[in-house]
């Protein structure tokens, strides 16, 4: 086996507010310890709750894709 190094790009992924469709979900620093776990998340703009198996926001990469290979 040997490495390979592929270049990605990062993105940030935030989860905008089903209520106030303003804020974005930031979340607090509990978590419930279920399986999977659960993480509270308030919103920073009207301060409605909600809980998501992700934090909010978070990082997610994504494949360049390379020129040569589009047609
Ligand atoms: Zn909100």
Redesign the pocket.
Known sequence: MSEQVTPIEWVRVDYI?D?????IMVATQYVICTNPPRYPHV?N????EQVFEVMYPHNRDLFIESKEAKP
């Open positions: 507010c209520k106030c469709k303003t804020g919103c703009q009207c301060k409605a």
